[in-house]
Every structure is written in C-alpha cells, then in structure tokens.
C-alpha cells in the first residue's frame, strides 16, 4: 500500500493579480490619461509587478497596450483644448508626453558623416621613424602616446 504524497503549497505569497484589473486599467487610462505608476498605485503594488502580471497573463499584457493608447489620446486631446484656453502651460505639456511616449514625441537629430562631395571619409595613415625625429619632437610624440593611453 502506497501513500500518496501531500500536494505542494505554492512558494511564496499568492498573487494579487485580478482579471478585472484588465477593464480598470483601460478606464483610468481612458478617464484622466493615467499611467502605470497609477495603476500600481490603484491595486496597492510596485510597478515590477505589473510588469510580471502582464508576463503571466496575456489578457493583461494586451490591457496594458491599450491603456497605453488611451492614455496617449488622453494627453493629445488635453493639447488639443489647451491650445484654445486662456492659460495652457504647454513646456509642461510637453516635457510629460516626451516622458510618457518617447518614440512619438522625442526629437531625433541624425548626423552623418561623409567625405568631400559626398564621398566616403578618407582615413591616411602616415608611418613615423621615431629615429629621425628630434629630441625635442620625440617627447612631445611620447607625451600625446600617454595622454591618448590614459584617457583610454
């Protein structure tokens, strides 16, 4: 007669992730452009573990990208009704949709480097016989060697 072996309890604390917070996230954010750190707030946990909610859950996942569209929208329709009231303080406005939506509103300058008319940079490479220098030239080579080794 074999004895069947007791059913492990879970390790550590059960989860207070609940489905209904799927809905709640969409509405605060679609109702005052709420974000994650006030999701977290409005179920009590650290923001990581809304992160580890969305991991776990596909549901909440997909909340969380919709919440983010409607937060968005939220902020755009506040610029919109701004830009026709008496006071708007648009740095404000800006500075929070350049946190919150980064790759839709952080300006992007792109630099590119080419040679004359356009052309590939060209790199000269000259060769230096130390023997042939003086003294004088020797250690000022020595001195730009060991400032360029010590800022390396």
């Not at 492990?8 to 996230?25: A, H, Q, S």
């Not at 999701?39 to 919440?67: G, K, P, T």
Request: proline fraction near 5%.
């Amino acid at each position: 007669m074999t004895q069947e072996k007791p059913a492990k309890r879970p390790v550590g604390r059960p989860t207070k992730y609940k489905p209904e917070y799927c809905e709640r996230i969409i509405e605060m954010a679609r109702e005052s452009g709420a974000g994650p750190a006030e999701y977290a707030a409005e179920f009590d946990v650290d923001r990581a573990s809304l992160y580890r909610w969305a991991e776990e859950n596909e549901d909440f996942a997909q909340s969380l990208l919709r919440a983010k569209t409607h937060e968005q929208a939220w902020w755009e329709r506040a610029a919109k009704t701004g830009m026709f009231a008496e006071k708007f303080n648009a740095l404000v406005w800006k500075t929070s949709v350049q946190a919150r939506f980064r790759s839709d509103y952080t300006e992007r300058t792109q630099t590119e480097i080419t040679g004359k008319d356009g052309a590939p940079v060209q790199v000269e490479t000259k060769t230096i016989d130390s023997r042939a220098l003086t003294p004088e030239q020797r250690e000022a080579l020595r001195s730009i060697l060991m400032a360029a080794k010590e800022s390396a």
